[in-house]
Structure formats: C-alpha cells, structure tokens
C-alpha cells in the first residue's frame, strides 16, 4: 500500500471501528439487502434490461467495509459463474466481511486488501459493475479515487455509488466542526469518542444536529456510527449540482438517482409536492425545468437528502428504454401483484385517483389512462409488452381494439411514470434477469 499512508486517520478509524457494524452470526438468519446490488435494478438502470449476470460478470466492491454489498451480491450470483472483488484498506473490516462470507459458504468472492488509489497498478480484470459506496467522499481527492475505479471499469459497465448529501447532512458538518475544537490535543479515539458523548448529552436545543436529530438518530446506535458521523477526520458532502458538474460535466458519465426505499421519487418535485391539487402554478414552473434543475430544487426543498444514491454510466442509454415492446415489465420492491395494482387503477373507473404509497411516502393523483387496468391485469412479469397489448387489444369489447402499441404505450405511460419513479415498476428482455 503506498498511495495511503498505512496511519491515515482514516484508515485507522476503520480499524479499530469497522464500518458498519455488523455481527458474523447474523448471517444464519437473514440476508441484508443494499439498495442498488439488486440485479433486476441493475439490470434496468445500467444494462439496459439485457443482462444475465452470467458469461463471466465481474463485480468490484471498493471500499466494501464490512461487506454489505459484497455479501449480497455474491449470495445472488452463488449460481452463476459471476466473481465480486471485495476491496477494503482495513483488515479488521475485512475480516468481518469475510466471516460472514463463509458462514454463507460464499466461495464467488476475491479478497483485496488494499487502497483504492492503487487499483490502477493491481491488475484486475476489468469489471461489469463497481459499487463504490459511502467511500469516495472519505478520500483527500475523490477525484483521483474515481480515476482509479473507471480505470478499471468496463466502457459498458456502471458505477453504484453513494456519496454524502450536502443539504441534509448540514447540521453534522457544523457538529463535526465543533468536535474538531473540542478534540484538539486528544491523542485516541476513545478519548474523542467520549467527549462526544458528554456533548451530545447537553447539545442546547438550538444546536443545528439537535434540530436535525430525527433524521441522524438511527444511525447513532454504535461507536463506529457515532465516530463516524461526530467525529470523521475526512469528509465532504455534494449538492446535487455539485455531482453533476463532478460526474456528468467533469467526466461525460450519465447519472441515475435512486435514494433508498423511495427512487426518483425523492428527486421530483412535483412528486414531493404531489399533495397540492390542483397543481399551483409554482409548481409547473419546476417541473418545466430539466431533469438536473429538478433535482437540485428537490434537494433543496426537501432539506433531507442525506446521501445521494445512484448509477453512473457512460452510455446516455444504459436504462430500458420505456417504448420497446419486447420488454417485460415487472414489479420490484412491491408486494402487489397485476390483478392487485389494477383493481387500484380502476377504482375511480379509470379516472383519477390519489395514489398515497405508506411505505414510499409519496401522496399525489395519479392519471391513469384508458388501458392503464387492463394492462396491470395481465402484468405477471412474465410477458412482454407486446404480449400484454395484444391480449387488451383482443378482449371482448375492449377500447383498445385497433390502437397502436405506440397509442397504447402512450396511453400507459403516466402510471408506468409513477411507478418507476418509486423503482416499483421495471424493465427487463425476456432472457434476461427478473
Ligand atoms: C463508511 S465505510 C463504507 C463501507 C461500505 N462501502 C458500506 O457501504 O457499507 C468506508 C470504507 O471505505 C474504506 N476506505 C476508505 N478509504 C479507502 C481507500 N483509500 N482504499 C480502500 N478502502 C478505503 C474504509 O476502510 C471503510 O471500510
């Protein structure tokens, strides 16, 4: 390891503190999930739907801590001949990783300990999809820690990446700030670890992370999360602009948002703001804008936005292209099968209803289409638009006899809208994953 040096405080804290913390034995009875591993979005934001996962597909976790994302993309390729590369600095977290891998019997995963910045000269293979979450942010010059994993990646393949979200996060970097006062002169992290401690049980309620607590609270159960979120030596946090002056315009990748449990959802602000109907004028001078100014206003409007999630590619077409009637739409993260979401469609007999999805947080009304039911209905994430249209178009008595696939994607592209934005409703070739 020669790009690092081998006492970074950084490096040290995710030494003596792995990240996150996670027990081994948990493995025995239950898989975590990470938001962006799931294959059937990875196939539909980065692949184009067309991905197998087979034929030799390569996975980088880089920085992968105590192997959350490793561990879940190895256990959903375990029957495919796919490899995932595990990257860490830290052997202690690794270590963890790597028990839980064998308590799963987990034998598809490489173990690398090393910097990230010495990818370059390390001679992997380049890969199909490198995650590369909560890591970059921590790194003196993100930049050159995402030089090094687009060195190594594939021209087709996609980057999952989480980096800090600057608006949310607002009132942590002033209480990192006052920690650092606080600390100066403190040689260990247990001593850092405590005077944190003594304050956070006395912060006046002025203080911006007491204000801001609710959205923090979960994730302070522990030393290892309360260091780093109190206490980090080295980190930085992006405005959604600031990502896409970054990626986009720095470095011609595509970008995909899709925060944890709520998609795009979280990015739009006529979804944010979906509760004021009619829609006041406002609100149409930003959804008129592009895609970018909207997520930006988002941001700022929903105040938040802790961490950014998202794909980054440098195909402009990496996602299923809504339109193709060879592709097979299905539902993801959603309990309710075809029947099920069309009996909602249709309860106000096809005119518009107000959606309010609980789990999604998303309350808005919904325009559904002439066809949008009888489309759900036949939804079994098995047949293909095509297949779908041609059994609408050939009920007895249907509207849709004589309408255009086009005429009838059109007609369907409203409710498609609204729940792809939540990652309910996804892409996918018929040989391909589901
Ligand atoms: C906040 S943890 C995130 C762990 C994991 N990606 C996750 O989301 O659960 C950051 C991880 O990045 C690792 N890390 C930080 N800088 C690194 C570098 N330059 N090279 C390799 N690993 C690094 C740390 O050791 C730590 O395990």
Redesign the pocket.
Same mark, same amino acid.
């Given at each position: 390891m020669t790009?690092?040096p081998p006492h970074s405080a950084?490096?040290q804290q995710?030494e003596m503190l =792995?990240? =996150?913390p996670v027990n081994p034995q948990d493995e025995r009875h239950r898989l975590m999930h990470?938001w962006l591993e799931q294959l059937p979005m990875l196939n539909h934001y980065c692949f184009g739907g067309r991905q197998s996962f087979r034929d030799g597909f390569r996975a980088l976790?880089?920085?992968?801590?105590?192997g959350?994302?490793t561990i879940y993309l190895a256990e959903q390729l375990k029957h495919t001949d796919a490899r995932v590369v595990h990257?860490?600095? @830290?052997a202690a @977290?690794m270590d963890i990783a790597k028990a839980r891998a064998q308590i799963r019997g987990l034998t598809n995963i490489d173990w690398v300990l090393?910097?990230?910045?010495n990818i370059p000269q390390l001679a992997l293979q380049p890969f199909d999809y490198i995650?590369? @979450?909560?890591?970059l942010h921590?790194?003196p010059d993100p930049d050159a820690?995402l030089g090094a994993l687009l060195s190594v990646l594939k021209d087709d393949g996609a980057l999952g990446l989480?980096l800090y979200g600057q608006i949310g996060r607002t009132g942590i970097y002033q209480m990192q700030e006052l920690m650092r006062a606080v600390n100066r002169g403190e040689t260990g992290i247990p001593g850092e670890l405590d005077n944190a401690k003594q304050l956070l049980a006395m912060l006046p309620a002025g203080n911006w992370f007491k204000r801001c607590e609710d959205l923090w609270r979960a994730d302070m159960a522990s030393d290892a999360d309360l260091y780093?979120i109190a206490l980090h030596s080295q980190d930085r946090a992006y405005t959604v602009e600031q990502l896409y002056a970054w990626l986009a315009d720095g470095h011609g990748l595509s970008l995909a948002f899709s925060a944890v449990h709520k998609g795009r959802s979280a990015y739009l602000p006529g979804l944010l703001l979906g509760r004021q109907h009619p829609p006041p004028p406002v609100l149409a001078k930003m959804t008129g804008q592009s895609q970018r100014a909207q997520y930006a206003m988002a941001e700022l409007l929903s105040g938040n936005i802790m961490t950014h999630v998202f794909y980054a590619t440098r195909s402009p077409q990496a996602c299923a292209a809504y339109g193709d009637a060879a592709l097979v739409p299905f539902f993801c993260n959603e309990p309710l099968n075809g029947p099920q979401v069309a009996a909602i469609f249709n309860q106000n007999g096809g005119e518009p209803f107000w959606l309010d999805h609980k789990h999604v947080g998303v309350t808005t009304v919904v325009h559904p289409g002439r066809h949008a039911a009888q489309v759900f209905q036949y939804l079994d994430g098995q047949r293909s638009f095509q297949q779908i249209f041609d059994l609408v178009r050939a009920e007895p008595a249907s509207r849709a006899h004589g309408l255009s696939n086009q005429q009838l994607f059109d007609d369907f592209r409203s409710s498609y809208d609204i729940l792809n934005a939540m990652e309910r409703l996804l892409l996918r070739h018929p040989h391909a994953q589901s």
């Open positions: 790009a690092v950084v490096r995710y =792995p990240y =996150p990470t976790v880089a920085g992968g801590g105590t959350s994302a990257l860490d600095f @830290s @977290s090393d910097s990230i910045l995650n590369c @979450s909560g890591v921590h790194l820690g989480m780093d």
